[in-house]
């Protein structure tokens, strides 16, 4: 089995960092180091399904995935560790898989970086847009008399903080997918007596606009089309 992950040389980094504190991951970790592929990616998915993938142990199940022939989930777990990272190099990975497949949706934008830079620090940015409202909102209502004439430009700033804080909550709520199945059908509506518009094979990562109990809204070559849910792999 021949591997061409290009992001190989940071394992022994990342592997330390990564399995001090979780025996299981440890014992994973072990296994993928004797080559023991399957037997460890196993692991690593349990750990994925507890809601504990780091990193590490994403760029470990692509490498893992890559190496069987499974490229959609390689990218999609490439697609993960980017979301986590902001890692250049992910994205060439992506791109290089992409390309061989004929795939689309990974030609990544400024806005799509800068949009992955916000969600990968929402708490922080969560907890700075609290703090300033708690702020604003204090020496809005302080007594003192000198405070009272600047009290409109207060008001104005919470507002504006506000607006910030909606637009940006718009960005966390950003849903990316890739198609896991062959032969997909989209459809013009949500329903399966609606016009078919196209079929089309699994890979390509797609931006969801919204879900429709078991369907879903999203955007393929500026067209708003609905796909079934299970047919995703949401990231």
């Known amino acids: ?4 992950f290009l992001l190989f040389l940071l394992f022994p980094i990342l592997t330390a960092l990564d399995s001090n504190a979780d ?44 190496g069987l022939g499974d490229y959609v989930q390689a990218l999609f ?17 992506m791109r290089s898989i992409a390309e ?3 795939l689309v949706g990974y030609k990544y934008s400024d806005y799509s970086f800068f949009r992955n830079l916000l969600t990968k620090f929402k708490g922080e940015i ?9 702020l604003l909102s204090f020496l809005s209502f302080r007594k003192k008399q000198a405070m009272k004439a600047f009290r409109p430009i207060i008001y104005i700033q ?33 329903s399966a007596g609606a016009e078919p518009v ?11 606009l919204s879900r429709h109990d078991t369907w879903v809204k999203i955007l393929w ?13 949401f990231i």
Not at 126 to 134: A, F, G
Request: proline letters at 2%; a negative charge.
């Open 126 to 134: 969560e907890m700075c847009l609290c703090s300033i409202l708690l």
């Open 1 to 4: 089995m021949k591997y061409k």
């Open 221 to 233: 070559y500026d067209q708003e089309v609905f796909i079934k849910t299970q047919k995703l792999l």
């Open 77 to 93: 777990h490439l697609n993960s560790y980017y979301s986590m990272t902001s890692n250049e190099q992910a994205l060439d990975k």
């Open 158 to 190: 919470i507002g504006l903080v506000f607006i910030f804080g909606l637009w940006v909550n718009d960005v966390f709520e950003y849903d990316r997918a890739i198609i896991n199945a062959d032969n997909v059908i989209l459809m013009s509506a949500p």
């Open 100 to 102: 061989k497949k004929d």
């Open 198 to 208: 196209e079929i089309i094979e699994k890979g390509h990562l797609i931006e969801v």
């Open 23 to 66: 025996p299981k991951l440890f014992e994973a970790d072990s296994l993928f180091r004797s080559k023991k592929y399957t037997e460890s990616k196993s692991i690593f998915s349990e750990i994925t399904a507890m809601g504990k993938a780091s990193p590490a142990l994403l760029l470990k199940m692509a490498y893992i995935d890559e």
